[in-house]
């Protein structure tokens, strides 16, 4: 007893004044009243194996009163065992009077607070990427182990807008339809070009203003139909389209597409191996540190997004079992005003010279089209056709604006030494 008296020399006062047989009816507590939680006991005399696993079960009897009973496991008679230590078993396997985390042999385990009363332990944890998950280590064996996420990566959904068919328009007046001659075919640059309107033009009657491109002229060097070259002058006829005005589109339902996400950091939690051993201050146990790349503390859980509670167990991480998925859009798309609608309606053209005279067609085109004309015809008269209701109009469409997140559900957190 001696050298454990030099080794304590703090609680020398407290020791000697309890005596012996105070000594071993008192309880640990009162041996070594200043212990640090982290103090490791020096011998089975002093092991206290208190403490709860993560099934939440009692690990050893803790009392050490073997050492001072003179039991088989911590006796004198261990001093020749040639064992090695078995760090979570309570007993000098190795003859040296020191038990589990009090003997240097176990320098891969460390004396572990109390679990805390709502919390399980003891864990290790990984918290990191999922690619380089390691899987539960050999000291931390669980069967179930705990897998969550956290951090999830979810780009935002993809919003498009549309609109429905024009409606509500009208065409506007014919009079707006303009018709010009080209000395090219259709679909070629020309060169000689002219144009007819038609003021005050109706619906199914002959209008034309007399003498325009007279029958046979040529295309001169100023772009003018002229009577000295031999290029004809009138090889084409175009019109242009009727327009529709006025009208609307409704929006339709937003097209919604949610990109796949993925979490970021994986969260594996093994279990320690029962039983835990002890060598440790009264309430602790001793426990396997965990490895790399697990946190370098020993982790107690909770469900729920929880506070770490007081003491030794200060670094907080959250995982989560399953997840919401929100992303969606709002709806606030809108169309603004049709365009690009017509009115198909048929102009026929006449070369006649009296002036409102449509004896004589030169070619009938749809307006907004062309048509090739041979001869070199004049232009002159002209009759278009009742034009059909509008078509072809649409909006453009804006708005959709993505809302909505990933979030993780079903959280427990984990709460490591640092």
Known sequence: MSAFLVGRGAHLAIWAGLGATGALAAPAACLYPDYTFDEREPSASSGSGAGSASTGGEIGSGDGSSAGNGSSADDGSSAGATEPEDCSNGVDDNGDNLVDCADPACGAFVCASAVPDGWIGYFALFDGDPAEDPGCPADFPSEQPFLGNRDPSAPPASCTCSCGPAEGQTCK?????????????CGSESYC?????TPGWKLDACTGPDGIYGGNRTCGPGGDCTEDTGVPCTVSVMASPLEATGGACAPNAVDVQRPSFRWTRLGRACAAAEPLGRGCNLGQVCAPRPPAPFESGLCI????????PPGAYTEKHVFFTD??????????????????GTCPTMITLYSDSPMHTCATPVATV???GCRDVAGNPAVVGRKATAPGPPSGGACAPSGGTPSGEVRGTHPRTFCCRG
């Not at 998925?325 to 709806?331: L, N, V, Y």
């Open 173 to 185: 007046e014919l009079e707006t339809v303009v018709i010009t001659t080209g000395d090219a075919p």
């Open 323 to 340: 997840h919401e998925d929100s992303r969606g859009c709002r709806d606030d798309c809108t169309c603004s005003a049709p365009s690009g």
């Open 301 to 308: 859980a909770k469900d729920g997004d929880s506070a770490c």
């Open 193 to 197: 070009v002219g144009t007819l309107e």
């Open 366 to 368: 749809p307006a907004g």
